[in-house]
């Protein structure tokens, strides 16, 4: 069965400062790896993804995300945080089988501080 | 605008109730999937539907139940409402069957039962 863990519930970040937000996975065999943003009161936005390639993905307003196999870790990195990045991220795996939708993590909470 | 549209957007209903949600998957998705957020369970998926065949369940309770219509729409009916059935639902959709490929979200209908 596939998993993921997001081991911070908050991470607060000033503004102007790098962010990352942690994420590892578990999956029997190749994973396809993706980020989504909740803003309050909203759906799910997609973010990235990790399919295949390059380990650096790069993503929607200026986020990127570094896929590290050996550590079966997918951390959301973005060089400089702005407070409207204040928002629930969601990490959430796919095994190569695909059959079962997205597995989420319990997301983490983002707050930039001004 | 993800392209995934749900009715209704929120619903106050009571215990012992049945009710509708409605989904609208991206114009040309074949997949339709059900998820439950609630803040003790998280995200969870519920059902997957393909091209009007159910692909995959998750941890749909025996009181639900869902379709998906030759047009490609989908409904999820929720009977015998309890109390903790209270949370947000989403529906996603995506195209073919590929673990790679995106899953786009709707913006959730709110469901409260008193």
């Known amino acids: 069965a596939q998993s993921v863990a997001q081991p911070e519930d908050q991470v607060n970040v000033a503004e102007g400062n790098p962010l990352t937000v942690k994420c590892t996975y578990s999956?029997?065999?190749?994973?396809?790896l993706f980020w989504y943003v909740q803003y309050p009161n909203r759906g799910l936005q997609f973010l990235l993804k990790?399919?295949?390639?390059?380990?650096l993905v790069k993503g929607s307003y200026g986020f990127e995300a570094e896929f590290n196999k050996s550590q079966t870790s997918f951390h959301l990195k973005k060089p400089s945080a702005l407070v409207s990045d204040s928002a629930l991220y969601f990490c959430a795996v796919r095994d190569k089988g695909g059959a079962d939708g997205l597995t989420f993590g319990k997301g983490t909470h983002l707050i930039i501080q001004p | 605008d993800s392209g995934v549209t749900q009715t209704p957007k929120h619903l106050i209903t009571a215990t012992g109730q049945r009710v509708t949600l409605r989904c609208s998957p991206r114009s040309g998705d074949l997949s339709v999937y059900w998820y439950q957020q609630s803040l003790d369970q998280g995200l969870q998926f519920l059902i997957q539907y393909y091209n009007g065949e159910e692909r995959a369940k998750g941890n749909i309770l025996e009181r639900f139940s869902a379709q998906q219509f030759p047009d490609l729409h989908s409904e999820l009916n929720l009977s015998s409402l309890e109390l903790g059935d209270s949370a947000l639902y989403f529906c996603a959709s995506s195209g073919v069957t590929s673990p790679g490929n995106t899953i786009y979200f709707g913006e959730g209908s709110w469901l409260t039962v008193v």
């Open positions: 999956v029997s065999g190749n994973p396809y």
């Open positions: 990790y399919i295949t390639g390059d380990n």
